[in-house]
Structure formats: C-alpha cells, structure tokens
C-alpha cells in the first residue's frame, strides 16, 4: 500500500495550522497509524497506509492529539481519554506534588475525595502513591465516571477506587483525609477565545466556571468542613490570576489556606485548604497564602 501522505508533509501541514512541537506530534500520528494497520505487535516500519493522513487532517483541524492517540500521561500513568471528560493536564500534576508535600507520612491517608473526578487521574495518581488508602471520586457526568472506572481497572486499581455520578459532594456523610478538585474555572465568555483544541473538542461543562469563572468555589468550600476528618486538607486547582479570589472566597467560608503551590512555569495552581482552627497537617507549616 502506497503512504499518500509522507512526515515531511505532514509536518508542513501541522506547522501551517499552527501547531507547536510538529515533529513529535508527527511521530506519535505515525506511530498510531501505524499500530492501527497492522495491529499492536507491528513491525516499527509498518505500512500506515491512509490511516496516517486521516489523522493528519484531524489534528489538521485542531482536534487534540491526546483524543486522536486515546492516551494522555499524567503522573508517569497512561489514562484513556475521550470527549466527555477534560484532558489532564501536566499543571495538574502541581496537586499531587502539594498533597505529597501536606502528607510525608504516607500512611496517615486512609479516605481520598475527588470532586469532578473526570478521567480519575487525579484520584488514581495518589492512589498510586498512598499504597493503603481508598479513593472516592465524583462526576456529575456518567460517561466520565465509566471512563474513570475503566482506567482504573486498567491501572489495577479498581479495588481501591469507587467512583459515582452526581454533583460534586451531594449527600455524602464520610470524612476524608484528603480532597482534591479540579473544577472548572474559565470564565463562561471567555471560553470561546481559548485555544481551538480546548474551545471545540473539549466539554464546556468542564471548562465554564460561569460569570466570573468562580461558581465551583462557591459550591465546593462550604461542603469542606463536613467533608474533611481531624486535620484533613484539599487541595484545589485554581487558573491563572485568580489566587487572591479564591483564596478570599475559602477565608469567606471558614477554611484556613495552608499554603499556594506554583506549577512548573511559576504560576500559582494549587490552593491547599483546612478546616480553621484545626492542628497543622501532621506538624508541616503552611507556605504562605
């Protein structure tokens, strides 16, 4: 079978759209091609045939290479992903490191929330560092809960892992020793003018936070006092900018804010919050906030 679509082209195309990193993202187009002519255990040199170009065009127009491949890692962990759920994002992995940070005992985390648990990556990624404790993780979205489900029995993780579909906490009764979320928090009109991966592919019901970007906040932070057992924390991502409000809206609703946690490009990601008046998380000092 003749490839009608060579790398070369393929990557002049990709750059002509405007995509960054052609070349890599080149390679994983082809590589995927390529295991999807001829089967997983193809030779590296496989005829991708015009499975290669298909896909081309797709990320041609925009579609995210992580819904094209199926996969995206996070935390050195392969989730599957689809349209129903945000694709994780490496910033996110700023929550995983406060929360290793608030817990060195690793041990003293038994019950792990997950608000808007989307593909579970967040949930299944302490779990695969809190080796004794049990995740609960919650998405008003059923097909991302069966996706989450899924990629935790892929991650043989699905015995510590329960995962429900409803609206953030709902009723739930059970105290946690961590809670995490990642909710959404781009502005409602300002989710049109993000990039066309994001604005087009991704589900607006992940992304719109409302008017101001902060209705998820409003929602989440009073649930936390019920939510969180004796010197508990969560741990919420948080975008660029909107530091100072959401930390104004935690002080608002009673929770004392432990610490401020910067992604790798330096911009603040990760709020870590407690109960006020409570101890400090097993004798770690706040950074700030």
Same mark, same amino acid.
């Given at each position: ?14 750059? $002509? ?168 928090? +781009? ?10 991966? +994001? ?33 508990? +924390? ?5 975008? $660029? ?29 990760? +709020?870590?919050? $407690? ?15």
């Amino acid at each position: 079978m003749e490839v009608t679509l060579t790398p070369e082209e393929a990557v002049a195309r990709l750059r $002509a759209a405007g995509i960054e990193e052609v070349e890599r993202e080149v390679r994983l187009l082809l590589a995927h091609a390529r295991a999807g002519a001829s089967g997983p255990t193809a030779a590296q040199e496989a005829d991708p045939g015009d499975g290669f170009k298909a896909l081309v065009e797709r990320r041609e127009r925009r579609e995210p290479l992580a819904l094209i491949v199926g996969r995206r890692e996070f935390w050195s962990l392969s989730f599957t992903v689809s349209p129903a759920t945000l694709i994780p994002r490496p910033e996110s992995e700023t929550l995983i490191e406060a929360a290793l940070k608030a817990f060195p005992e690793r041990t003293t985390v038994r019950r792990i929330l997950d608000l808007g648990t989307g593909t579970g990556s967040l949930l299944l990624a302490l779990l695969s560092e809190f080796a004794g404790a049990f995740g609960v993780g919650t998405d008003r979205v059923a097909a991302a809960a069966q996706l989450a489900d899924g990629n935790a029995r892929a991650l043989g993780l699905s015995g510590r892992a329960s995962f429900l579909v409803g609206d953030w906490a709902m009723a739930m009764a059970e105290r946690f020793e961590l809670v995490v979320a990642n909710p959404p928090y +781009v502005e409602r009109g300002a989710i049109g003018q993000l990039m066309p991966e +994001v604005a087009l592919f991704e589900p607006p019901s992940a992304l719109d936070g409302g008017v101001d970007g902060l209705d998820a906040y409003r929602a989440i932070f009073p649930e936390l006092p019920r939510l969180l057992a004796l010197n508990g +924390v969560a741990i919420v991502e948080i975008g $660029a900018g909107a530091g100072a409000t959401v930390i104004g809206l935690a002080r608002a609703a009673g929770l004392e804010v432990r610490g401020v946690s910067a992604d790798l490009s330096g911009i603040p990601r990760a +709020v870590e919050l $407690a109960v006020g008046g409570t101890k400090k998380s097993f004798g770690r000092e706040g950074r700030g906030g």
